[in-house]
């Protein structure tokens, strides 16, 4: 039953991405040209995003516990401290040169274009570069590591 879920959600989840056309780099970098073409539409797909998670957390907040696990992995942490802001300063760099977010870019690979591949390659490899200068394993069993 699980795999069905994630089967769906990863469905629902690709079909937004692409009806949205996050899956087309020009689209979004036209959402950051602000004085040039700029596209606002990009906005809309946020807002959008950002009610049916509010709605969607207002909902899961609800239960007890997860659906299929024994309880919700909520971070602990509230520190804003030089990896996050480097992280996430780094993410949006990316973004904007590539015009690919990490997570829009994965259903885009049904696309064929190499650039999809060229660009979550070097995600692959700034991941793996993080590990190393981390001290971490490259790969690991846990899904928390």
Partial sequence: MRLIFVFVTGLVFGLGIAISGM???AKVLNFFDLAGTWDPSLAFVMG???VVTF???RLVWRRDSPLFASLFQIPTSKVVDTKLIGGSA???IG???AGFCPGAAIPAIGTGR??????????AMGLALARILQGQPLFSRSANA
Wanted: no cysteine; aromatic share 20%; proline share 4%.
């Fill in 23 to 25: 899956m087309n780099p």
């Fill in 48 to 50: 959008g995003a950002l």
């Fill in 55 to 57: 709605v969607g957390y």
């Fill in 90 to 92: 780094l993410f949006g």
């Fill in 95 to 97: 973004w904007g040169i």
């Fill in 114 to 123: 190499w650039e999809v591949l060229l660009f979550l390659g070097a995600v």
